[in-house]
């Protein structure tokens, strides 16, 4: 009789799943190892980039899931709400539910017992698997899931693999990844104090985004955006601080189109390890750029860790992206802009500042639809 393991991935390769994510939980140790093996894989650094990277893949036509553990689903419950059920993408989550099964650790305790009232009260179906009868309930939500764009949790109790006596994981060995240091560039000299307001950037980036895949930030930077150039391949951010990189991510592993991310100090440093998730999959059609005027400008101007020194090419660097740039003026973006492809990280100083614009009109599920559709050509 085959494992429980095989019968899931089994259900998974019927529903033609592109891409897997995952956070390491030791009751689905060898599902995972499977998952590892027979799919495209992304190893995740916190649960709530998988919602971000996850989207993204939706967006670009292509099949994501997503295996966490319970505790992880405290941490991406906004991102579920605000992004992915919010422009209507699928996504099946399937969570080992620790604390009620044979559990050694007692913290695991509270969140998995109380994540069923969690996710009814959020109104995020899920269903709860506790054996390999009720399979067939995977199959039939999944079918809802991709048929009608929806967030559906499949909560898996860890007796379901008790009977498995396989070891399917190898014993790994960590292998350093040596990022280099920050040499300088004759081409990009230390830049200047910063010249230019983030709406005077966007103006000046305008050509390069015309016809791009662009995932632009939440706030201010969306709304500037739409008011210099608006298009249909622009994905408006209008909540989920945090996951601009994320989706762009997702979009890139999943379409040939070129993809830009205009991210900010902010937003990067409320998830900076998704760069190392950039990092490591190296989609040579994506250029993430962080407009960095050191500011919270959508809620007030509060100052951010840049102001105070910290600084994000360094930080890109220091997570394996080797094509960075730091630029601050007009000549210096044009010329990042023109330099080589592959996987670019471009730290754009800026000068404070919102530009009076007007809320964006679009309805947040014709943003998804227009983005969508402009992927297909």
């Given at each position: 009789?085959?494992?429980?393991?095989?019968?899931?991935?089994?259900?998974?390769?019927?529903?033609?799943?592109?891409?897997?994510?995952?956070?390491?939980?030791?009751?689905?140790?060898?599902?995972?190892?499977?998952?590892y093996k027979e799919f495209f894989h992304i190893p995740l650094t916190r649960e709530e980039e998988g919602v971000g990277i996850s989207a993204g893949i939706a967006l670009a036509g292509k099949r994501p899931a997503m295996f966490v553990?319970?505790?992880?689903?405290?941490?991406?419950?906004?991102?579920?709400?605000?992004?992915?059920?919010?422009?209507?993408?699928?996504?099946?989550?399937?969570?080992?539910?620790?604390?009620?099964?044979?559990?050694?650790?007692?913290?695991?305790?509270?969140?998995?017992?109380?994540?069923?009232?969690?996710?009814?009260?959020?109104?995020?179906?899920?269903?709860?698997?506790?054996?390999?009868?009720?399979?067939?309930?995977?199959?039939?939500?999944?079918?809802?899931?991709?048929?009608?764009?929806?967030?559906?949790?499949?909560?898996?109790?860890?007796?379901?693999?008790?009977?498995?006596?396989?070891?399917?994981?190898?014993?790994?060995?960590?292998?350093?990844?040596?990022?280099?240091?920050?040499?300088?560039?004759?081409?990009?000299?230390?830049?200047?104090?910063?010249?230019?307001?983030?709406?005077?950037?966007?103006?000046?980036?305008?050509?390069?985004?015309?016809?791009?895949?662009?995932?632009?930030?939440?706030?201010?930077?969306?709304?500037?955006?739409?008011?210099?150039?608006?298009?249909?391949?622009?994905?408006?951010?209008?909540?989920?601080?945090?996951?601009?990189?994320p989706i762009g991510i997702g979009v890139a592993i999943s379409s040939k189109r070129d993809v830009i991310v205009i991210d900010g100090d902010g937003s990067l440093l409320m998830n900076p390890n998704s760069l190392s998730i950039a990092?490591?999959?190296?989609?040579?059609?994506?250029?993430?750029?962080?407009?960095?005027n050191g500011a919270y400008g959508s809620t007030g101007n509060q100052p951010t860790l840049t102001s105070k020194g910290l600084d994000l090419e360094v930080i890109a660097r220091a997570f394996g992206i080797s094509n960075t740039v730091?630029?601050?003026?007009?000549?210096?973006?044009?010329?990042?802009?023109?330099?080589?492809?592959?996987?670019?990280?471009?730290?754009?100083?800026?000068?404070?500042?919102?530009?009076?614009?007007?809320?964006?009109?679009?309805?947040?599920?014709?943003?998804?639809?227009?983005?969508?559709?402009?992927?297909?050509?």
């Amino acid at each position: 009789m085959r494992n429980a393991e095989d019968e899931l991935i089994e259900i998974l390769r019927d529903f033609n799943i592109d891409i897997v994510s995952s956070l390491p939980c030791e009751k689905i140790r060898n599902l995972l190892c499977l998952i590892y093996k027979e799919f495209f894989h992304i190893p995740l650094t916190r649960e709530e980039e998988g919602v971000g990277i996850s989207a993204g893949i939706a967006l670009a036509g292509k099949r994501p899931a997503m295996f966490v553990q319970s505790s992880g689903m405290g941490n991406m419950l906004n991102a579920l709400l605000s992004l992915t059920a919010f422009y209507g993408l699928p996504l099946p989550i399937f969570v080992s539910q620790r604390g009620i099964y044979k559990e050694a650790i007692a913290a695991q305790v509270p969140m998995g017992q109380r994540l069923p009232g969690i996710l009814r009260e959020s109104g995020i179906s899920y269903s709860i698997i506790n054996n390999r009868e009720n399979f067939p309930l995977i199959r039939k939500h999944l079918y809802e899931v991709f048929e009608h764009g929806r967030v559906h949790v499949f909560l898996l109790n860890p007796a379901i693999w008790e009977a498995s006596i396989r070891d399917l994981c190898p014993n790994y060995q960590s292998k350093a990844l040596n990022s280099g240091s920050l040499i300088p560039d004759p081409e990009f000299p230390i830049p200047g104090p910063p010249q230019l307001t983030r709406y005077e950037i966007l103006e000046i980036l305008l050509p390069y985004l015309e016809g791009k895949a662009v995932i632009c930030n939440l706030g201010f930077p969306s709304k500037e955006l739409y008011s210099i150039m608006n298009q249909g391949s622009n994905f408006y951010m209008l909540g989920s601080m945090g996951m601009a990189t994320p989706i762009g991510i997702g979009v890139a592993i999943s379409s040939k189109r070129d993809v830009i991310v205009i991210d900010g100090d902010g937003s990067l440093l409320m998830n900076p390890n998704s760069l190392s998730i950039a990092a490591l999959l190296k989609p040579d059609n994506l250029t993430i750029i962080a407009i960095d005027n050191g500011a919270y400008g959508s809620t007030g101007n509060q100052p951010t860790l840049t102001s105070k020194g910290l600084d994000l090419e360094v930080i890109a660097r220091a997570f394996g992206i080797s094509n960075t740039v730091k630029v601050s003026d007009g000549d210096g973006i044009k010329r990042a802009m023109e330099s080589t492809r592959g996987l670019r990280f471009i730290h754009i100083l800026a000068i404070p500042g919102n530009r009076d614009v007007p809320n964006i009109p679009i309805h947040h599920l014709d943003i998804k639809r227009r983005f969508q559709e402009s992927l297909r050509f």
